[in-house]
């Protein structure tokens, strides 16, 4: 993290995931259930962007961002091809991994840093891509504390974010986009096992880069 007092660090790169990794982690957040325009981070200067406007009126259900050093490349494809049992390559979104945080408490902006804790999560695959959504619940959130695994989230709030994923890359008047498959959920111990891949290949990145210098 940089210690220069006139810069800030980078989201992705310069935010540690937390010493107590996978059993809780930073996550940015880069979208809240207000937004009515849909961000995201630059990966090359770390500031938010408007990606587009939302066009429909289902907004994502929860805070949205990203765990920062993670990353979905070829151990996290391998892990969902492995898990679905797809016969089919799938290769990872190449971004770092999504996560939704639950709240009770109201958060009207992102561009922010929370301590959450992981139970569990989707596993998406978009045009033969891994883009898993991890499921966690805030930190010292009282209505969500005794939450240890996805079983413990009312099924209401799984079938809204479900829902949404299944849905918020769609663009009224335009073609119809390939369609996101949720091809399964799954509970604390597999969403450990995601976030450790993609923390390896962070770290294989993170190398490569290194290397290429």
């Not at 630059?42 to 765990?67: C, M, W």
């Not at 969902?80 to 971004?95: E, L």
């Amino acid at each position: 993290m940089s210690k220069h007092p006139h810069f800030r660090a980078h989201p992705w790169h310069g935010v540690p995931i937390g010493e107590n990794a996978p059993s809780t982690v930073t996550c940015y957040i880069e979208i809240v259930p207000t937004d009515t325009v849909k961000f995201e981070i630059d990966k090359e200067t770390g500031i938010l962007k408007v990606d587009r406007p939302q066009k429909y009126s289902n907004h994502v259900p929860a805070l949205y961002g990203f765990i920062p050093q993670t990353f979905c490349g070829d151990g996290v494809g391998a892990l969902c091809a492995k898990s679905t049992r797809s016969k089919r390559k799938i290769r990872g979104d190449g971004d770092p991994i999504d996560v939704c945080v639950l709240t009770e408490r109201p958060i009207l902006h992102g561009d922010i840093l929370v301590r959450a804790r992981p139970v569990g999560g989707f596993k998406l695959i978009d045009r033969s891509e891994a883009d898993d959504k991890i499921i966690a619940v805030l930190e010292g959130d009282d209505v969500y504390a005794d939450v240890q695994d996805i079983r413990d989230i009312p099924a209401g709030i799984l079938n809204r974010l479900r829902h949404y994923f299944l849905t918020y890359k769609e663009i009224p008047g335009a073609a119809k986009a390939a369609p996101v498959q949720v091809a399964s959920a799954y509970g604390r111990a597999a969403a450990h096992s995601v976030i450790r891949q993609s923390m390896e290949d962070y770290r294989l990145l993170v190398g490569k880069a290194r290397s290429a210098r």
